[in-house]
C-alpha cells in the first residue's frame, strides 16, 4: 500500500513542483528524498517507486506534448541528439533520465529510516 | 540510518543530477544540459506547440498610451491596428520578440562581438574581427546621434524597444525560444542600441564584402603585378546593360576627385608579398552573391494601365528568416511588407499609395589605409610628415568558462586600427591596418523607411531616401498615380580612378577621401522612355558617369542584362508576368558564353565521353531547372576551362588570391581568340592557346560529370543542393536539397545557401494587389507548425497573395484566424 502510495505522491509531487520554472529541472531528487524518508520501505522497492512515479510521469507528459505537436519538434531533436530521427527513442530517453534520477533520489530516502 | 549505503546512493544521485546538468561533449559541439533539455516542464519538449493552437490573446500592458488590435491570419501575419505610431512599433517589438526572440538576441551578439560569451573561446577570434571592425563603434555613434538630434525616432526606437521588453518581462523561464535550451544560456534586455547593433550588421552583411576583398585584391596584385592584375581584373566590361541607360547625361560633378601624384609608385606598383601560413578562423566574408533584383513597369506595359513593381533581395538562406511580415495601420499611415525582427517599421514593401524596393548598390565605401606606428605602443603614427596620437578604445570580450579578453583597439583619424601587431589574418599579411568605413558614421536609416512606410508620392520618397547612408541601396519606387523612379543612394566616396581598390598609403592625406557625392549627383531615373526601370546589382551608370564606381568583381553583369532583355518592348503585363519573371531561371550568361566556347572546342580532338558530355551542354534549353544536366555540365566545363586559363597565373601563393570574375573569360573570347594570359607559364616549352585549355578544362570537366552520372547527381537541383540554413548550421533544424532552379547570372538567383529571401509583386491598382513570400515562416521556434510554411511554395516557384486591408474588412475576412488585443493596463 506504501509502495503504491508513494509512486502516486512522486508522480504528483514531481509535476506539482516542476510547475515552478525558477526552481531547478531536478527538484524532484529533493522531493522524491523527503517522500522516501517520510514513507519508508524497502530499498529495492523506494527505487521503483521512485523511478516509477517520475519515469511514468515525464513519458506522459512528453508523450502527450508529442502528439499534440505531430512529433514537429521530437523528430529534430531525435537528429540533434542523436536517435535516428525517432520519436519513440526520445520519449523513452526521457522517460528512462527521469526514471534513473527518480529512482536514485527515493533509493537514498530510503537509507535513511528502516521500513517499520 | 545506514550511514554507508546512503553515502553510496547519495553520492549516486549528486553525481547523476551533477553529470546531467552541464553540457557534455557531444561531437565537435557542446550537448545541451541533458537533464535540464529532456525534462518535460522545463526543457526542449516545452516547446512543441500544439499544431492547432490557438494564438487569440488578451495582453495588458503599462506602456501603451491605448488600445491595439492584431488580427493573424492563416500564414501566421500580424495585421497591427494601433490608435498611434508609437503603439504600433511597440506591438511590432512585442510581436517580434514573442515570434523571433532568440535571432534577434543571436544576430546582434554576432554583431556586437558578443558570440564567445554564450557559445566560448571557439568564437573569440570572430568576436574580436568585428570588436575591431568597429561594429560597437559604429552603433554608438548611431546611437548618440539619434538620442541627440532625432527625437522621433529616438521614440520610435524606444517605443518599439519597450514592446520587446515587456514580451520577455511575462515570459517564463520553461517557455524560453528552444535555442536559449540547446545552446545553455538565456536571454537578456533588449535595448535601443541592439537594434543599431543589427542595423550594422546590414550594413556589414552587404558592404563588408570590401574588408577581405580590398586585401585579397591588394595581395592578387602584389603578386601579379599592377599590369597583369589590370587585365585578369579589369573594370572594363563590354556587355554591360547599366541601372540607368546608356546615353544618359550626367550634370557636371561639384567634386573631381584628384589622383595622388605618387599613385603610379606608391600605390599601383607591384610590392614584394610575405606569404604568412598561419591560419586564424575569421567569420565568413558577406556572400559576395547578396545582391538583388528589383524593378517597376509603367502603366504603358501593363494590362491595367498601372504600374507594378518587384523586388527580391538575394541574401543568406537561413531559418529562421531575416524577415518577418507584418502590416501596421494607425491614423498616420497603413503599410505592409517584410520587416527585421530586431528593427521597427517594414524594410520593403507597400502602402496605399506606393511601393519600394531595394537592390544592393555594390559600391566600395571600406576601404584599408597602412599605417606606420613610431613604435610598438602604436600611440603615435606618421602622416603628413608628422607623428600623429590614436586614442585607445577599449573593449571587452566576455568569454564562457574563460577568462575576459580585453581589446585595445588605436582609433586613428580614419577610423579603428582592425590589424596589428595583437590582430592578423592570412590576408592581412603582417600590415597594420586603419579602417574606414561609412558605417561607422551616425546614420539614421531607420528613419528612411520609418518615411517610406508613410510615403505618397515621389517627392516623398526622395526625402525618405535621401536620409540613406549605408548600405547604399538602389530604390526603387512606384505609385499608384503612376510614376516609377530608381534611384542609387548612400554615402558614396566621390573616388578618383581605382581608389580604395588596393591598400592605400595611411601617411599622406592625397590618398584621403576628397568628399561624399551629394545626393542630387547619385544615379536616378524617373518614367524613363523605355517604360520601365530596373536594377539587378550591376552598375548603376556607364562610363560617362564622372565618378569612379569601383572595381567590376562588385558588379555583376548579367541578372541586369537578363531582367531589361525580357522586359523591353512587353506590353499587356500582369502580376503573374511579373513572378514569372522573378522566378525565371533562364541562363543569360550561358546564352553567350556556350556559343562563345563552343567556337574554341575541337570535337574531333575530343574523347568519346567528352564528345558526348559536350554534346548534352549543346542539347540543353538555356534553363536552370532542376531537372535540367546541361547546367550542371556546363557549370563544370566553364568552371575548369576558367581554371586552366587563370590557375598557372595564380598557384604558387600561399594566401588565398581572388579569382577573376566570369564575364572576363567570357569578354575575352568574345573580343580576341588570341590571348597571352591562355598559355601555361608553368610549361616553359610550348605556348598553350585558348583552344589547348579549352579542350583540357572539357576533359577535366568530363571525368567530374561521369562521376556525378554514376551516382545520379548530374541534375542540377541534386549538384546544386539548395539549402535554408539554421543560423546554428544544426542539419536537423535546417532544410536540405531542395529542388530548385535557378543560380549565379540567374533572375532567380537562388545558389546553395544564397537566393531570393523574400520574393515580392506589387500591382498598384486602386485596391493593392500583392504577392510574397520569403523561404521561412512566420514562427521561429522549430517546434511550431509555422517554422518553415513557406518553404515548399517558395521552392516551387508559388506566391501568397497578401491580405492588406482596413480593419473592419480584414476582422471578416476568411483568412484572419486569431486576435491578440492589448489593452493599456489602468493605473
Not at chain 1, 64 to 89: E, M, R
Not at chain 2, 130 to 142: D, N, S
Not at chain 2, 487 to 492: E, R, V
Not at chain 2, 615 to 620: A, H, L, P, Y
Request: hydrophobic fraction near 40%; include cysteine; proline fraction near 5%.
Amino acid at each position: 500500500m506504501k509502495f503504491i502510495l508513494s509512486i502516486v505522491l512522486v508522480a504528483l509531487v514531481t509535476y506539482a513542483i516542476g510547475i515552478y520554472g525558477n526552481l531547478p529541472w531536478w527538484s524532484f531528487v529533493v522531493t522524491n528524498l523527503i517522500i522516501a524518508i517520510a514513507l519508508p520501505i524497502k530499498p529495492l522497492q523506494s527505487f521503483i517507486a521512485g523511478a516509477l512515479g517520475v519515469g511514468a510521469l515525464w513519458a506522459g507528459l512528453a508523450f502527450g506534448i508529442d502528439l499534440a505537436n505531430n512529433h514537429i519538434l521530437s523528430t529534430k531533436v531525435a537528429q540533434i541528439l542523436p536517435l535516428g530521427g525517432s520519436y519513440i527513442a526520445l520519449i523513452a530517453v526521457t522517460a528512462f533520465v527521469g526514471a534513473l534520477l527518480g529512482g536514485l533520489a527515493s533509493l537514498t530516502g530510503s537509507f535513511v529510516r528502516k521500513p517499520e | 540510518m545506514r550511514i554507508v549505503p546512503f553515502l553510496v546512493s547519495a553520492t549516486l544521485t549528486a553525481g547523476l543530477v551533477f553529470t546531467l546538468n552541464i553540457q557534455l561533449k557531444l561531437g565537435s559541439t557542446k550537448a545541451p544540459r541533458l537533464g535540464y533539455f529532456l525534462s518535460p516542464q522545463h526543457g526542449f519538449w516545452k516547446n512543441a506547440e500544439k499544431v492547432n493552437s490557438n494564438f487569440d490573446a488578451s495582453i495588458l500592458a503599462n506602456d501603451l498610451k491605448g488600445d491595439v488590435d492584431v488580427y493573424m491570419d492563416d500564414r501566421l501575419v500580424p495585421h497591427i491596428y494601433a490608435d498611434n505610431d508609437e503603439d504600433a512599433y511597440y506591438v511590432q517589438g512585442y510581436l517580434h520578440a514573442k515570434y523571433r526572440l532568440w535571432q534577434m538576441d543571436f544576430q546582434t551578439r554576432v554583431a556586437a562581438g558578443r558570440l564567445s560569451e554564450v557559445a566560448g573561446a571557439d568564437k573569440l577570434s570572430i568576436d574580436r574581427f568585428f570588436r575591431r571592425l568597429g561594429m560597437v563603434y559604429g552603433a554608438e555613434q548611431t546611437e548618440a546621434y539619434i538620442n541627440e538630434k532625432n527625437p522621433v525616432m529616438k521614440a520610435t526606437v524606444d517605443a518599439y524597444t519597450a514592446g520587446v521588453n515587456a514580451y520577455l518581462k511575462q515570459l517564463a523561464p520553461e517557455d524560453v525560444p528552444f535555442e536559449y535550451k540547446l545552446m545553455n544560456f538565456e536571454p537578456e534586455s533588449w535595448t535601443p542600441k541592439k537594434t543599431y547593433l543589427f542595423l550594422m550588421f546590414m550594413s556589414y552583411d552587404l558592404t563588408g564584402k570590401a574588408a577581405s576583398a580590398d586585401l585579397q585584391l591588394t595581395n592578387t596584385r602584389d603578386y601579379l603585378g599592377y599590369d597583369l592584375f589590370d587585365q585578369l581584373y579589369t573594370n572594363q566590361q563590354d556587355s554591360l546593360d547599366p541601372i540607368i541607360p546608356i546615353g544618359t547625361k550626367f550634370a557636371k560633378p561639384s567634386i573631381v576627385p584628384v589622383k595622388p601624384l605618387s599613385s603610379d609608385t606608391v600605390y599601383l606598383k607591384k610590392m614584394p608579398i610575405v606569404d604568412i601560413a598561419k591560419l586564424v578562423e575569421t567569420p565568413e566574408a558577406p556572400d559576395p552573391n547578396n545582391g538583388s533584383n528589383n524593378w517597376a513597369v509603367g502603366g504603358t506595359m501593363t494590362k491595367s494601365g498601372r504600374p507594378i513593381l518587384a523586388s527580391d533581395p538575394h541574401l543568406g538562406l537561413n531559418l529562421p528568416s531575416l524577415w518577418y511580415e507584418v502590416q501596421i495601420t494607425t491614423p498616420t499611415h497603413s503599410t505592409y511588407g517584410a520587416s527585421f525582427p530586431g528593427s521597427p517599421a517594414v524594410i520593403i514593401g507597400f502602402n496605399d499609395s506606393l511601393a519600394w524596393g531595394v537592390t544592393n548598390a555594390g559600391r566600395d565605401v571600406l576601404d584599408y589605409y597602412e599605417l606606420k606606428f613610431k613604435d610598438t605602443t602604436q600611440n603615435e603614427y606618421w602622416f603628413n610628415g608628422a607623428w600623429k596620437s590614436v586614442t585607445k578604445r577599449v573593449e571587452v570580450i566576455k568569454v564562457k568558462d574563460s577568462a575576459d579578453v580585453i581589446e585595445n583597439i588605436a582609433m586613428s583619424h580614419y577610423g579603428p586600427v582592425m590589424f596589428d601587431a595583437y590582430y592578423q589574418n592570412p590576408q592581412s599579411n603582417g600590415r597594420n591596418l586603419a579602417v574606414k568605413w561609412t558605417a561607422h558614421n551616425a546614420s539614421t536609416g531607420v528613419e528612411t523607411f520609418y518615411q517610406l512606410n508613410r510615403a505618397k508620392n515621389i517627392d516623398d520618397y526622395s526625402k525618405a531616401i535621401q536620409l540613406w547612408k549605408c548600405p547604399g541601396q538602389n530604390f526603387v519606387v512606384a505609385t499608384k498615380t503612376g510614376a516609377i523612379a530608381i534611384k542609387q543612394q548612400g554615402d558614396f566616396v566621390a573616388r578618383w580612378d581605382r581608389q580604395g581598390d588596393f591598400i592605400m598609403p595611411g601617411t599622406d592625406s592625397a590618398y584621403d577621401w576628397q568628399g561624399i557625392i551629394p545626393f542630387e549627383e547619385n544615379p536616378m531615373i524617373l518614367n524613363p522612355a523605355r517604360g520601365f526601370v530596373s536594377s539587378a546589382n550591376q552598375k548603376s551608370t556607364d562610363a560617362s558617369y564622372p565618378y569612379y564606381l569601383g572595381t567590376a568583381s562588385s558588379f555583376p553583369l548579367y541578372r541586369g542584362i537578363s531582367v531589361n532583355q525580357q522586359l523591353i518592348g512587353r506590353t499587356q503585363l500582369t502580376a503573374q508576368d511579373m513572378q514569372a519573371l522573378q522566378t525565371s531561371n533562364y541562363n543569360v550568361f550561358a546564352q553567350h558564353a556556350r556559343p562563345a566556347l563552343m567556337k574554341f572546342v575541337e570535337m574531333n580532338k575530343l574523347s568519346t565521353e567528352a564528345q558526348r558530355i559536350v554534346g548534352m551542354m549543346t542539347q540543353w534549353n538555356l534553363y536552370n531547372d532542376p531537372s535540367e544536366k546541361g547546367i550542371t555540365i556546363f557549370k563544370l566545363i566553364w568552371d575548369s576551362v576558367e581554371n586552366a586559363v587563370w590557375g598557372d597565373e595564380l598557384a604558387g601563393s600561399l594566401i588565398p588570391l581572388t579569382e577573376p570574375e566570369s564575364f572576363v573569360l567570357l569578354e575575352q573570347m568574345i573580343r580576341d581568340s588570341n590571348f597571352r594570359v591562355a598559355d601555361d607559364i608553368r610549361t616553359k616549352d610550348k605556348i598553350e592557346s585558348l583552344k589547348d585549355q579549352v579542350r583540357l578544362g572539357i576533359e577535366k570537366a568530363t571525368l567530374k560529370c561521369l562521376a556525378l552520372e554514376k551516382e545520379n547527381k548530374l541534375s542540377w537541383e541534386a549538384f546544386k543542393a539548395t539549402r535554408v540554413l539554421h543560423l546554428t548550421k544544426t542539419p536537423a533544424l535546417s532544410r536540405l536539397n531542395l529542388p530548385i532552379g535557378g543560380g549565379e547570372h540567374i533572375i532567380n538567383a537562388t545558389r546553395e545557401n544564397n537566393g531570393p529571401s523574400w520574393r515580392m509583386v506589387v500591382h498598384l491598382t486602386d485596391e493593392i494587389e500583392a504577392y510574397g513570400l520569403y523561404p521561412g515562416g512566420q514562427s521561429g521556434n522549430p517546434g511550431s507548425p509555422f517554422y518553415d510554411t513557406f518553404i515548399d511554395y517558395w521552392t516551387a516557384g508559388k506566391y501568397y497573395r497578401l491580405l492588406f486591408l482596413p480593419k473592419e474588412k480584414l476582422k471578416q475576412h476568411e483568412r484572419t484566424k486569431w486576435h491578440i488585443q492589448f489593452k493599456k493596463a489602468v493605473a
